[in-house]
């Protein structure tokens, strides 16, 4: 599976974004996929994960209520929908893939994405 996301930008605080990742390869729909984010001088953070078929999805704490993943199949795409973003936001966020749900929500996919950088202006 090759990942490749896009939609990361500057942007000012309280603003949005909609990140895309396009997967390529094996059928989609037999991964679980996930978001992370690696901030300048940090590790890299879970953002969220959704199961195959979209019916259950991970946030972490820090995103819950303004950030949506989102997954449409016959497209071969996951979606990042980032709302009231705050300075803290800002990182390179990274799509993974994994045919089990754990292994993204541990940050330990099969593939990762190339990143793309959201910059939040206060």
């Known amino acids: 599976v090759q990942l490749q996301a896009s939609g990361g930008g500057l942007v000012q605080t309280g603003g949005s974004l909609r990140l895309s990742c396009a997967a390529s390869?094996?059928?989609?729909?037999?991964?679980?996929m996930g978001w992370s984010r690696q901030a300048p001088g940090k590790e890299r953070e879970l953002v969220g994960v959704?199961?195959?078929?979209?019916?259950?999805?991970y946030y972490a704490d820090s995103v819950k209520g303004r950030f949506t993943i989102s997954r449409d199949n016959a497209k071969n795409m996951v979606y990042l929908q980032t709302d009231s973003l705050k300075p803290e936001d800002t990182a390179v966020y990274y799509c993974?893939?994994?045919?089990?749900?754990?292994?993204?929500?541990?940050?330990?996919?099969?593939?990762w994405g190339q990143g793309t950088l959201v910059t939040v202006s206060s």
């Open positions: 993974a893939a994994d045919q089990v749900f754990h292994n993204v929500v541990v940050m330990t996919p099969e593939y």
């Open positions: 390869g094996r059928d989609f729909s037999d991964y679980a």
């Open positions: 959704i199961k195959r078929r979209g019916g259950s999805i």
